[in-house]
């Protein structure tokens, strides 16, 4: 019996050219962030999921926290910031992507520290990007029919999430199944471009961080991500949800609104 090899394009350049130096591959730099707020009963959890061979910076911005997330955190091996006045979940991921730049990332990756992310799944999210598919690239609990609901996730965010979804994807012309994770990864170019420190300071911040990166032709892709729903992991409350969906259609409003040519918005602009 005989066995069979592939034989690659580099074996063919060796061949012609015994002496050539094969190319070596290079692995992009990735950075995680993670906005942080009272997170200290879930934080060890979510760090000891990532792959350090994959990642090579965690950084860590509390803001604020009442809890030990900072104490704990710094005993992790993790770059940690903290914030002497609550600023807002939108406000703290300014500070994660305005820190995280200054490390010359390819991949920024913001992961939610309350335990509800999966993140062994960092290689799956970055791939995207890292093969030129995708700038920005969306881990969707909603992608596989069912598997919000089995994990924990309430019928009624169920609901208010996938009603907002298709707001925005009638607004935007896109066809993602879920515009409201915690879990995403971006290019260093997109960082760059769009004028994120414009944004809101609260959970609306990242509504508007995708419509911007739509309106400046960047790249979506999404992948399906499992999602963990327990006591201790964080959960924003009815009322502040109700605030955020209304925020979230204002803002795709003013998107449209920008778009006609009817009222500029500045968070639009270059």
Known sequence: MSATTSITEEDLDLAENPTAVPTPVVRPRVVVVMPALNAAQTLELTVGAIDRNVVDEIILVDDNSTD????LARRLNIRVIWHPHNVGYGG???TCYLDALQRDPDVVVMLHPDGQYDGTLIPNLIRPIVEGRADLV???RLAEPGQALAGGMPRYKYLANRLLTGVENVALG???SEMHTGYRAYSRDLLLKVPFLR???DFSFDSELLMQ???FGFRIAEIPVSTRYFAEASSISFRDSTKYGMKTIAIAGRYLLNRWGVVSCRKFDP
């Open 92 to 94: 703290n991921q300014k």
């Open 68 to 71: 030990n997330t900072v104490e």
């Open 138 to 140: 969306l881990g969707s």
């Open 213 to 215: 990166a739509v309106h």
């Open 174 to 176: 896109t066809k993602l």
């Open 199 to 201: 944004n809101a300071l």
